[in-house]
């Protein structure tokens, strides 16, 4: 049968300026997982809206669209197209679960949680002529007999980071304003796969450069390490998202940049012991921010940073002290947010029920903009400090003197170089985007990867496996 697969862009991502690169790093990968449940036969047209113009003429027998909140109204949209030419339309993802009601005025059959165990239902169901309104997601999940993903149906032109895999689902840590948590809801929230099969995946990647797009790859720390001794030898290097606590795991990191880790992402959100308490995210309290990141410099290994601003106790300060805590500690690069209370997120069952919920216009629930009322600050103050952050934090000035807090000149050069890549040149990637050339700017990406590489693993190891000490009081 013809299938139709869609990953429809995100608000900002159809912008007729420049569009930033992070809209062409990754490509679809949840749909070339689901894909792979499909029969070898099958015609599949997959289309990723972000990098491509969406072929609309076309006259598939099924629709499957993944749907993010701030793509919700652009998903429906090509949901009702594609129902008014007689294709059946199935619509899946973390928007759809959390607001099933909503999705369904637009969709034949819907998906809530992950769909590695409801679409080879669905599937058989669709084939018999049978299919139900809603599938969800319950009990003992398991990703360890999956098929290959569908990796021929991407196309690796159109990205910077093609490499992209996923060998966990979910998080092990319940934060109340992440929406993992009722995506997760009903089953376990957290498992990997098997550490064979996770390996053969990568092997089947060309080039060096891996980016793993998991929640949190070192969740299980038992599989973690033993995934990463698999891979040491292969000369691979890769980007991957972790917490504070598992760095300061004695030995752990150590392991990953053993084998090719270069670059992480932290979720550090606040400076605040009371802000950490207030949103569940127990995971860092008590941990020594700072010699997490020395941690991570001695072996090696970039960092990229995500703070949120507009918990409830956050002040007209927090902007500058965050911002100036960063730089101090020579992070690369910095990823902030506006706190956005998500639907079907403990966060948000909170606001509602304080009566502080703006509004219900999920276009702008991209945590770029104000959607709640915040406890110590207007919504202006918000909106305009958060902007100001990044200014400041990607300013020239404070971009040499986050380089300035490395010894070496190689290692200076490389944060200037990261830091400045990423925020200075938006014009260069919006050239590069729209000539369909993003992957040939993957060389330069993995020549500064390797270059934070280069430090004394004697030194960084030893620091590793004898300090212990991942609790050093709360974070000021």
């Known amino acids: 049968m013809k299938v139709k697969m869609i990953l429809p862009a995100l608000t900002e991502a159809t912008s007729p300026f ?12 949840g749909l070339a997982t689901l894909a792979s449940h499909l029969d070898a036969d099958d015609e599949i047209d997959l289309q990723d809206e972000h990098v491509e113009r969406l072929n609309l003429d076309a006259e598939p027998e099924l629709v499957v669209i993944q749907v993010y ?4 109204s652009r998903a429906y949209a090509l949901a009702d197209h594609y129902r008014a030419k007689g294709a059946y339309v199935c619509l899946g993802g973390l928007h759809v ?22 679409f080879p239902e669905f599937l058989k169901d669709f084939r018999n002529r049978r299919p139900k309104k809603i599938y969800t997601s319950r009990g003992q999940r398991s ?11 991407i196309k690796r032109n159109l990205y910077l980071v093609p490499n992209s895999i996923v060998v966990s689902r979910g998080c092990p840590h319940q934060c109340n304003f992440c929406y993992k948590n009722a995506f ?9 796969q098997r550490v064979a099969d996770a390996l053969a995946e990568i092997e089947r990647l060309p080039g060096r450069h891996l980016y793993f797009l998991d929640d949190h790859l070192f969740g299980n720390a038992k599989f973690a390490e033993a995934l990463f001794e698999g891979m040491r030898g292969m000369g691979r290097l890769w980007q991957a998202a972790g917490t504070v606590q598992s760095v300061l795991v004695p030995g752990l990191i150590e392991k990953a940049a053993a084998s090719g880790l270069r670059s992480l992402f932290v979720g550090f959100e606040t400076l605040s012991p009371e802000n950490l308490r207030s949103s569940q995210k127990y995971q860092n309290l008590h941990k020594d921010y700072s010699a997490a990141i020395k ?10 940073g995500s703070f949120v601003f507009g918990m409830d106790g956050d ?5 500058d002290r965050t911002v100036d805590w960063a730089m101090s500690n020579g992070i690369e690069t910095a990823t902030f947010h506006i706190m956005t209370p998500y639907p079907g997120t403990g966060l948000y069952q909170q606001m509602q029920a304080q ?25 202006a103050e918000l909106e305009n400090g958060y902007w100001r952050a990044y200014r400041e934090f990607y300013s020239w000035k404070n971009i040499f003197a986050g380089a300035w807090t490395n010894d070496r000149w190689r290692e200076r050069l490389r944060h200037v170089a990261y830091a400045a890549g990423w925020k200075k040149f938006e014009p260069m990637w919006d050239f590069i985007i729209r000539a369909k050339r993003a992957t040939q700017m993957l060389p330069t990406l993995e020549a500064i990867l390797a270059g934070f590489g280069t430090h004394s693993t004697e030194t960084s190891l030893s620091n590793g496996l004898d300090d212990s000490s991942a609790a050093l009081g709360p974070v000021q």
Not at 184 to 189: I, T
Not at 295 to 304: C, E
């Open 97 to 118: 679960t959390s607001l099933p009601q909503e999705a369904l005025q637009h969709a034949d059959s819907i998906f809530l949680g992950p769909g590695d165990d409801t």
């Open 69 to 72: 909140i701030t793509s919700a």
């Open 315 to 319: 002040d007209a300060s927090v902007f």
């Open 295 to 304: 941690r991570l410099h001695d072996n090696g290994v970039m960092v990229n």
């Open 355 to 379: 009566n502080r919920i703006l509004h219900s216009d999920w276009d702008l629930y991209d945590t770029r903009h104000v959607v709640y009322r915040p406890a110590k600050l207007s919504a």
């Open 143 to 153: 990703i360890e007999h999956i098929p290959p993903i569908r990796r021929e149906l």
């Open 184 to 192: 997760f809801e009903g089953g376990n929230s957290f498992y990997v």
């Open 18 to 29: 420049f569009r930033p690169i992070k809209y062409s790093l990754f490509p679809p990968l």
